[in-house]
């Protein structure tokens, strides 16, 4: 019998977790995970806090690449949910839907704002039909999408507070979060004829009963009972490079020094921190990449529920948060019956006063924010609990496939190096890109594929991915 290969996989979030996942399932494989936290699951995990079980902001599965749909079924058998998704923009004091739909706009904007955004629509809808060069950037993108007077007054603030001055942004940001093509079509469906597909729109989707944390729960139990390893609070010393390979990995787990065999090495950590590992030298281009961190807010509240919807975003600039999520729109069972949570989510930057300030000080402002928009009242709120994340949203900027092309040429220099998932890339994408990441570089793999192929294969398929909400 053939000798079992050694991959080792630095990161046990939902990427880390599909890699080994998937190569266990087609065998030939020896697999190691490393995960530097407590537990696995990274973004994608839960945590539990004064009786409630909270997801680590807006989750939920939902996919339109071929199988991935199934595979979250047999992972999760009878504990998924179908859940109608429900959410819009809270804007100047009313809801409107998103999907726009034209009663709602209008009834929300009043009707000069209505006209104007109309008059928007044709003008984009014109200049589409006339031709037009390539959107360069978000700005130019979402101008065409949705004209000049929506894009001004929902998505250029929406996006200012989620990732920066817009007109900085590649047009690429736009597609990927906007699956649509043209001010025509928006308009034909604002209209109504022409029908949202599941291309464009998740009506429905599958949510865990135990939160979302029992997806990556289910990749690890099923990565243990197929003989892998996880190795958790594993904190990676050493990767280092012998004829310009990682023949092995050295590590710490709850302070002893360990060493394992690598003949592929598998990453889904932020560039920047595998960069150092490797010791590389400097300067790097990792370094010219903008990733934003992501602070989440959570605030108990005295009120069984407080929403109608799972999330509602926040454009205005007025408020510190772009997104709030209640957990038991999910699932009621997730909290105590007289009490609810809301999580308020915002991205920023290392240098930012939101990043900086105490989490007293950022709980208290969102509490004033969420009473300043009439949803609660001040002293209906009991208890917060904040948790950060660092680089965890890819920011495109203007020159970040160039940038994006020298840091994969830079690490294409160390044989059997694989990376993938959104840190591991730096490509934004969701839990269903991740787990098809993953199907992707095991079947690379299987096939004896060298790890630069796996990559040129991985590269292609994720160019492709759309976040569909």
């Given amino acids: 019998m053939a000798q079992k290969k050694n991959v080792v996989v630095l990161g046990g979030g939902v990427a880390g977790l599909a890699v080994a996942y998937y190569l266990l399932k087609s065998g030939g494989f020896s697999v190691t995970v490393l995960e530097r936290e407590p537990v696995t699951g990274g973004v994608c995990g839960s945590f539990e806090h004064d009786g409630f079980v909270l997801d680590y902001g807006a989750h939920k599965m939902y996919s339109v690449i071929p199988g991935v749909m199934d595979e979250f079924r047999d992972l999760m058998g009878s504990g998924l949910l179908e859940v109608r998704k429900?959410?819009?923009?809270?804007?100047?004091?009313?809801?409107?839907?998103?999907?726009?739909?034209?009663?709602?706009?209008?009834?929300?904007?009043?009707?000069?704002?209505?006209?104007?955004?109309?008059?928007?629509?044709?003008?984009?809808?014109?200049?589409?039909?006339?031709?037009?060069?390539?959107?360069?950037?978000?700005?130019?993108?979402?101008?065409?999408?949705?004209?000049?007077?929506?894009?001004?007054?929902?998505?250029?603030?929406?996006?200012?507070?989620?990732?920066?001055?817009?007109?900085?942004?590649?047009?690429?940001?736009?597609?990927?979060?906007?699956?649509?093509?043209?001010?025509?079509?928006?308009?034909?469906?604002?209209?109504?004829?022409?029908?949202?597909?599941?291309?464009?729109?998740?009506?429905?989707?599958?949510?865990?009963?135990?939160?979302?944390?029992?997806?990556?729960?289910?990749?690890?139990?099923e990565i243990v009972r197929k003989r892998g390893v996880i190795y958790t609070n594993a904190r990676?010393?050493?990767?280092?490079?012998?004829?310009?390979?990682?023949?092995?990995?050295?590590?710490?787990?709850?302070?002893?020094?360990?060493?394992?065999?690598?003949?592929?090495?598998?990453?889904?950590?932020?560039?920047?921190?595998?960069?150092?590992?490797?010791?590389?030298?400097?300067?790097?281009?990792v370094d010219k990449l903008q990733p934003r961190h992501v602070v989440l807010v959570y605030l108990v509240i005295n009120k069984p529920l407080v929403l109608q919807d799972q999330w509602l975003f926040f454009p205005e600039e007025k408020y510190i948060f772009s997104r709030i999520f209640e957990q038991k729109q999910m699932l009621a069972a997730l909290g105590a019956p007289e009490r609810t949570v809301i999580c308020c989510d915002f991205t920023c930057d290392a240098a930012s006063p939101k990043w900086t300030a105490a989490d007293t000080a950022l709980a208290s402002r969102c509490a004033d924010d969420l009473a300043a928009a009439g949803f609660v009242q001040r002293g209906d709120i009991t208890g917060s609990v904040v948790r950060r994340f660092t680089d965890f949203y890819p920011r495109y900027d203007l020159r970040y496939q160039e940038t994006l092309g020298q840091v994969f040429d830079r690490f294409a220099g160390v044989p059997d190096l694989v990376l993938t998932g959104r840190l591991g890339m730096y490509n934004y994408n969701n839990a269903d890109h991740c787990l098809d990441m993953g199907r992707v570089v095991a079947e690379g793999l299987y096939a004896g594929r060298p790890a630069a192929e796996v990559m040129a294969t991985l590269k292609e398929r994720a160019a492709g991915y759309r976040i569909v909400d």
């Avoid at 050493?238 to 065999?261: C, I």
Wanted: charged share 20%; proline share 6%; hydrophobic share 45%.
């Fill in 236 to 285: 990676i010393a050493a990767l280092p490079l012998v004829n310009g390979r990682v023949s092995a990995v050295k590590f710490t787990v709850d302070g002893q020094e360990r060493e394992l065999p690598c003949d592929t090495l598998v990453s889904t950590i932020p560039l920047k921190s595998l960069d150092r590992l490797l010791g590389l030298g400097r300067p790097s281009p």
């Fill in 86 to 221: 429900k959410n819009r923009i809270y804007l100047r004091g009313r809801l409107l839907d998103y999907p726009l739909k034209l009663g709602n706009v209008l009834a929300v904007l009043g009707a000069k704002d209505f006209l104007r955004l109309g008059l928007g629509y044709a003008w984009s809808s014109l200049k589409g039909l006339l031709g037009s060069p390539a959107a360069r950037s978000y700005e130019d993108y979402m101008q065409r999408v949705f004209g000049s007077a929506a894009y001004a007054l929902i998505f250029r603030p929406l996006a200012d507070k989620v990732w920066g001055e817009p007109a900085t942004l590649h047009s690429e940001m736009g597609r990927t979060r906007v699956p649509s093509s043209n001010a025509l079509e928006v308009a034909l469906k604002l209209l109504g004829l022409k029908k949202e597909t599941s291309a464009t729109n998740a009506e429905y989707f599958l949510y865990p009963a135990a939160g979302f944390r029992a997806f990556p729960d289910a990749l690890a139990r």
